[in-house]
């Protein structure tokens, strides 16, 4: 079992996998941050001054009675509310890295198409045939 194990492991598309997968978290963690801290404050600017992730529905009072100022008193005081300043933040993230791996797959497919397009040099004959072409080179001196 302890073989088998090592054999999937040692597999190229397992290790390119995980390999994909640490720089995929990595990359998100990256985008994540330029969302929260490059994007949405000019967004928040332009809508009043105010933190893009603290909107939110108030569904329910929590045990201390509102207004809450962020969504972090709100919760805090235990308070129900629908945060959709937050989703927003996420589908934004989501469009960024969709959009950034959508750009990285159609360059490696472009480099794929000129690698196809690149005629590959024939095969050089079989020695057969340049021994024969040379004895018929040879019979039409002589």
Do not use: C
Request: glycine share 8%.
């Amino acid at each position: 079992m302890l073989r088998e194990f090592k054999e999937f492991i040692q597999r190229g598309n397992v290790l390119d996998m995980a390999i994909g997968i640490v720089i995929g978290a990595a990359f998100g963690a990256v985008v994540k941050s330029f969302v929260a801290n490059v994007l949405m404050p000019p967004i928040g600017l332009l809508l009043g001054g105010t933190d893009f992730a603290n909107f939110f529905v108030l569904l329910k009072e929590g045990a201390q009675p509102g207004p809450y100022p962020t969504l972090k008193a709100a919760q805090e005081a235990g308070a129900t509310v629908l945060a959709w300043g937050v989703w927003v933040n996420e589908v934004i993230n989501f469009l960024i890295i969709a959009f950034a791996i959508f750009l990285i797959v159609k360059a490696v497919n472009h480099m794929r198409k000129k690698e196809e397009a690149a005629p590959a040099e024939p095969p050089p004959p079989p020695e057969e045939v340049v021994l024969l072409r040379e004895i018929r080179d040879a019979l039409k001196k002589g």
